[in-house]
T-cell receptor
């Protein structure tokens, strides 16, 4: 289909390792968002891209988290020196540029830190 | 600060019964409001949205929601629940204060009895 695609769907890694999560938005969607869904914490906003720039990074929990977007399309969320509290489902969403356009979500990456 | 409250963590209904999921928000002006549904292992699927106009909004899968400004509520309803409606439901506020991020409620998990 033509939905938001995320990879990998599952990732298990050891504490202290770095991980990269990928998001491929819907074609033509200029806005891209990352959220984290943790047990008992609900969904929390991490970062928002408009094109390749990130006007709102306010949700990134620490400097171990970073994200980039290239070509106004694919985005990568990187977590360095992973900790057990980073275990969660990381969801990506995209939308058209206009503020009243709904966000469309991918199926997420389930990250487990051992 | 903007916030969304879903007071019911779990709801159980019998198949064929009516359903109402509650959502209250806190915001100084009229927000953009959304309901999403999440099945296990899946991302979030948009059920319906409210931006302006008619306060009764129709969505997919037979769902509707009513925006009540005086009560700061946006409750989701369905007249007759099907077993396939069992999932987690999230209310969200978005597109407010010039930002694009959504603020999500903590979700309501719906169980449907046969």
């Amino acid at each position: 289909g033509a939905g938001v695609s995320q990879s990998p769907s599952n990732k298990v890694t050891e504490k202290g390792k770095d991980v990269e999560l990928r998001c491929d938005p819907i074609s033509g969607h200029t806005a891209l968002y990352w959220y984290r869904q943790s047990l008992g914490q609900g969904l929390e906003f991490l970062i928002y891209f408009q094109g390749n720039s990130a006007p709102d990074k306010s949700g990134l929990p620490s400097d171990r988290f970073s994200a980039e977007r290239t070509g106004g399309s694919v985005s990568t969320l990187t977590i360095q020196r992973t900790q057990q509290e980073d275990s969660a489902v990381y969801l990506c969403a995209s939308s058209r540029k206009d503020i009243n356009q709904p966000q469309h979500f991918g199926d997420g990456t389930r990250l487990s830190i051992l | 600060a903007q916030s969304v409250t879903q007071p019911d963590i779990h709801i159980t209904v019998s198949e064929g019964a009516s359903l109402e999921l509650r959502c209250n928000y806190s915001y100084g002006a009229t927000p953009y409001l959304f309901w999403y549904v999440q099945s296990p292992g899946q991302g979030l699927q948009l059920l319906l949205k409210y931006f302006s106009g008619d306060t009764l909004v129709q969505g997919i899968k037979g769902f509707e929601a009513e925006f009540k400004r005086s009560q700061s509520s946006f409750n989701l309803r369905k007249p007759s629940v099907h077993w396939s409606d069992a999932a987690e439901y999230f209310c969200a506020v978005g597109g407010t204060s010039g930002t694009y991020k959504y603020i999500f409620g903590t979700g309501t998990r719906l169980k449907v009895l046969a």
